[in-house]
């Protein structure tokens, strides 16, 4: 009869392997989350831009150089379109970056297309219950809007719209 | 039993490669989600402008009739296109139709894949269609 003893050779192996699991365990966590976390960043800057944009178009202006209460309720409401989707107002920035007429002049008037950006600072690393740390990937988004031409409440004519 | 539980470590890092491919396929999944809102929106945005922008003036100020001009709606879409970051992912030129007092937008955009990308003979992405329609009515 021989027995054969439950000797070393299996588990030394599979203990080797271990570390090596592990490593990638935790390599590719980090790497598959930063992903998703880059993606959901995306969908709420995305979100942040196409409010601002609806809003400020929405908005009545007094005249058409006059835009700066509608330009910080727009970008009220960006903020608070990231904050319905849990992103910290410290690291990103909504911002009224274009607003141009059809006759190349920079107002709030009809036909004038006004375009707004998002951004969102994504940290490297981030821990439930502690937060992200470091700066990592700047995600964007961008939208632009068309001022109605036939709204009440827009300086000017929509006869330059054609 | 010595064996038994090395066999037994062996597959752990099989297990958590696995659980990472799974995770690397969702991740790659809600790209295409995203690129999936992101063509509605786009498509919606210029639906919306083309609905109100591409009126024919002309026959608005002499006979108050509100009628599209097709090509002017198209410009409008066009325009609302070029103007989103999403113009160089157009899997095709979005296509216009005048329905009355609306305009319908459909377009297609390419989605590529985060994960897929590495693994040989797997497609880089796919394409995402998405079509909205915006309808003029008078205010209440």
Redesign the interface.
């Known amino acids: 009869m021989t027995h054969r003893?439950?000797?070393?050779?299996?588990?030394?192996?599979?203990?080797e392997?271990?570390p090596?699991?592990l490593l990638?365990?935790v390599v590719?966590?980090l790497l598959?989350a930063n992903?998703?976390a880059v993606?959901d960043a995306?969908?709420a800057v995305?979100a942040a831009a196409?409010e601002a944009a609806r809003h400020f178009v929405e908005a009545d202006v007094p005249a058409a150089d006059d835009f700066g209460d509608a330009e910080a309720a727009a970008r009220r409401a960006g903020y608070e379109a990231l904050a319905a989707h849990g992103r910290e107002a410290a690291r990103s920035t909504v911002k009224l970056a274009a607003l141009e007429s059809p006759d190349g002049q920079a107002g709030f008037t009809r036909?004038a297309?006004a375009?707004f950006t998002a951004r969102y600072d994504v940290p490297v690393v981030r821990l439930p219950w502690i937060g992200g740390f470091g700066s990592g990937l700047d995600v964007?988004?961008?939208?632009?809007?068309?001022i109605?031409?036939?709204r009440?409440g827009v300086p000017g004519s929509?006869?330059a719209?054609? | 039993?010595?064996?038994?539980?090395?066999?037994?470590?062996?597959l752990?890092?099989a297990g958590?490669?696995i659980?990472?491919v799974l995770?690397?396929i969702?991740?790659d999944m809600?790209?295409v989600h995203?690129r999936k809102?992101?063509a509605f929106?786009l498509a919606a945005?210029a639906a919306?402008?083309a609905a109100?922008?591409g009126?024919d003036?002309?026959r608005l100020r002499t006979t108050h009739d509100y009628v599209l001009d097709p090509a002017?709606a198209r410009a409008?879409v066009a325009?609302?296109v070029a103007?989103?970051?999403l113009a160089s992912e157009l899997a095709g030129p979005p296509v216009v139709t005048v329905i009355g007092a609306g305009v319908r937008v459909e377009l297609a955009l390419e989605a590529d894949y985060?994960?897929a990308d590495v693994v040989p003979g797997a497609p880089d992405g796919t394409e995402v269609s998405a079509s909205a329609t915006a309808t003029t009515a008078a205010?209440p």
């Open positions: 003893r439950g000797g070393d050779h299996g588990q030394v192996g599979g203990i392997v271990l090596f699991g990638v365990f590719g966590t598959v992903a998703w993606v995306k969908l995305d196409r036909c297309r375009t964007t988004s961008r939208h632009s809007e068309l109605d031409p036939y009440d929509a006869e719209c054609s | 039993m010595g064996r038994d539980r090395g066999n037994a470590l062996m752990m890092p958590l490669l659980v990472l995770a690397s969702a991740v809600s790209v995203l809102r992101q929106e945005a919306n402008d109100t922008a009126v003036q002309g002017r409008v325009d609302v103007a989103s970051e985060i994960f205010a």
